[in-house]
């Protein structure tokens, strides 16, 4: 089922969660919400499953307006941060939970529910544990039973709130790949919040960028990742460098009598080398090595004082056999400039 | 406690005990024996003197001052009363709970106060209240007398001021529970289709269903034991509106000892049973609350 969620305004107090968002989800998709603390998305994600309401806007499931419908009503399947699984009940009872609450004539036949409970606890490789309380669990099969409950009652979408937020860094890991081949499975449009940009590039099949209650870019995770709308946007899909510069015709200048202009380089677009090159490059002093890990992290300080981190390939490093305090030139490969405004200030 | 143990610096490590909070020898034998005297002579003293008076003067003596037909109406007025105001406070402690751990609402802060008013003020003004507003010369005085409806001196009476001493246990019982569990599986059972009525049955009933039994039992003994309030409405009828203790006190100025002491028997053991059932609930609700998870932990 498609979801548009159209002109939503939401205030609680003073405060602006939400201010004229537009969003619209094509049937079928995978798509995050992402974005810092406090920037609307789980607001949001809390209006489209009618746990909240908007001050104003519209919500429409395949074009239906339902702004007016309770969460009972709208069929959706929500899977909470912290699982919500009921706690008196076994693993088996929650998931069956939505079917035993139909009315009576909706209601499926204790076989029928059964099967169905068996089906879904197949597909979240939970089988032996079918009569475990929740307090039994590890977090990750905690959540995959509440995603398993969620699914029960065939939702026309499933929402996800920070679902892998509170599991640990590996569980997190293997947990969103799974939830990306179970998507690719069922084919249910879902929209999962997250403030984890890592885990939205790598699940969604869309991307929306939020921040204080705006979308700043919707798009593919390759489109928001290489084609930043705004700097935000850049700045929060991973490392940057900041710089202030000024821009002629088709020349930029870093850091020369700046005109209001600001120039981002993620660390992995410079190179370093010993010798200037012909093309653009900046003196620097290297003041720290890390090479642990896939790309070794150089710390270095910039001719006019300002520190810049560059991320090399192992080869390239050990090939060019950098010292500590050695002068050097960086070469940016690639930057992206944005007219200076006041988002800069908020840059992580 | 974890027996974290450790030599005490400064001092020879093994002559002393290991413990950091653990006293001297003779510090703990007359701490124990000063806790012990003082249950002794405060608790376990006053209850056994009840059951020995009470059966002082033989068995037959103690079954008949409880068959006497004061005593039984006594008793019966007393599960009347508990048996109206126990329910009642148990669904307003329930609704009330519900109400302020579930939802922000102005004047919260003030209905926790109202609710927690019966605690703060005497008995006996309670029921001085009810005189002033039910008596003959009270409030609704003449209105209730023109329609030939007792309320002062007569069982409503009686189980009003009762409902009112008894109004906070149950809710206060449940208020910090419930807000500690927080509304997200309601908003799941919401999600999955469940009514209201079917949320609050299968969902929220379950999870303060310890706290409410304790609550009720707390209510209950309150309910039955309540003197003061009780004292000022009923007009000591006998027969008629004694409720059990004020049944004893009749008996006791009465200087019938024994049967004064078999009926207060009653309540005696009524207090023991409490303290049974509370010990049980505590401890199934202890087991519950290991249950739930610790959240803010996890969530780091």
């Not at chain 1, 209006?47 to 309401?53: D, R, T, V």
Request: hydrophobic share 50%; aromatic share 10%; with cysteine.
């Amino acid at each position: 089922m498609s979801i548009e969620a159209i002109n939503i305004t939401k205030k609680f107090g003073h405060f602006t969660a939400l201010n004229n968002v537009d969003l619209q989800i094509p049937r079928g998709e995978l798509v995050a919400l992402l974005g810092p603390s406090g920037s609307g998305k789980t607001t949001l994600l809390r209006i489209i499953a009618g746990l909240e309401f908007p001050d104003s806007g519209t919500v429409r499931f395949d074009g239906n307006d339902i702004s007016d419908r309770t969460a009972r009503e709208r069929r959706v399947g929500f899977v909470f941060q912290h699982y919500a699984l009921f706690r008196h009940m076994t693993v088996f009872e929650n998931i069956a939970f939505g079917l035993r609450v139909r009315p009576r004539e909706f209601r499926p036949q204790r076989a029928q529910i059964r099967a169905k409970v068996q089906e879904l606890l197949k597909l979240i490789q939970l089988e032996n544990l079918a009569d475990r309380f929740p307090s039994q669990l590890s977090g990750g099969q905690r959540q995959r039973v509440a995603l398993a409950r969620a699914l029960a009652v065939e939702p026309s979408v499933l929402l996800l709130d920070e679902p892998f937020g509170a599991l640990d860094a590996k569980v997190r890991l293997e947990l969103r790949r799974w939830l990306r081949q179970l998507h690719d499975e069922i084919h249910i449009t879902s929209v999962f919040v997250t403030h984890d940009q890592e885990e939205a590039l790598e699940v969604a099949d869309r991307v929306v960028v939020m921040n204080e209650g705006r979308i700043e870019q919707v798009g593919s995770p390759d489109e928001v990742y290489n084609h930043p709308a705004s700097p935000f946007v850049y700045n929060f899909l991973g490392n940057v460098n900041l710089f202030h510069g000024r821009v002629e015709e088709d020349m930029t200048y870093i850091h020369e009598a700046a005109t209001g202009h600001v120039v981002y380089v993620r660390p992995h677009l410079l190179d370093i080398a010993r010798l200037p090159s012909g093309g653009s490059h900046f003196r620097a002093r290297i003041k720290h090595i890390n090479a642990a890990g896939p790309l070794v992290k150089v710390e270095a300080i910039a001719e006019w004082g300002d520190p810049v981190r560059v991320e090399l390939p192992q080869e390239r490093f050990r090939s060019l056999q950098l010292m500590k305090n050695e002068q050097v030139f960086i070469i940016p490969k690639d930057v992206k400039v944005f007219p200076a405004r006041k988002e800069m200030a908020r840059a992580k | 406690m974890a027996s974290i143990t450790f030599p005490n610096p400064g001092l020879p490590a093994a002559a002393h005990a290991t413990h950091a909070t653990t006293e001297r020898g003779w510090v703990r034998w007359t701490l124990i024996a000063v806790a012990v005297t003082f249950l002794g002579v405060f608790l376990f003293l006053p209850l056994a003197v009840v059951f020995s008076s009470a059966l002082e003067k033989g068995f037959a003596v103690y079954l008949a001052a409880l068959r006497e037909p004061d005593a039984m109406a006594a008793i019966k007025l007393t599960l009347i009363a508990a048996g109206i105001a126990v329910p009642l406070n148990m669904v307003f402690g329930v609704a009330a709970a519900w109400a302020i751990g579930k939802f922000e609402f102005t004047g919260k802060s003030l209905l926790v106060t109202l609710i927690d008013l019966p605690f703060s003020v005497s008995p006996v003004v309670s029921g001085l209240v009810y005189v002033l507003i039910f008596g003959l010369q009270g409030l609704l005085g003449p209105w209730l007398a023109a329609h030939d409806i007792k309320v002062i001196f007569a069982v409503p009476g009686i189980v009003l001021a009762t409902i009112f001493v008894t109004f906070p246990f149950v809710a206060r019982e449940l208020i910090p529970l419930v807000e500690a569990q927080g509304t997200e599986e309601e908003e799941a059972a919401i999600t999955l289709g469940a009514s209201g009525f079917q949320t609050f049955w299968r969902v929220t009933l379950p999870n303060i269903k310890w706290g409410l039994l304790y609550g009720v039992i707390l209510c209950n003994a309150r309910a039955m034991g309540e003197f003061g309030a009780v004292s000022v409405v009923s007009g000591h009828i006998r027969g008629r509106t004694n409720t059990m203790p004020l049944h004893i006190e009749i008996l006791y100025n009465e200087y019938q000892f024994a049967p004064a002491f078999a009926v207060a028997s009653l309540l005696a053991l009524l207090a023991l049973a409490t303290l049974l059932a509370k010990t049980v609930v505590e401890w199934k609700a202890r087991q519950q609350a290991a249950e739930l998870e610790p959240r803010s932990g996890e969530a780091l």
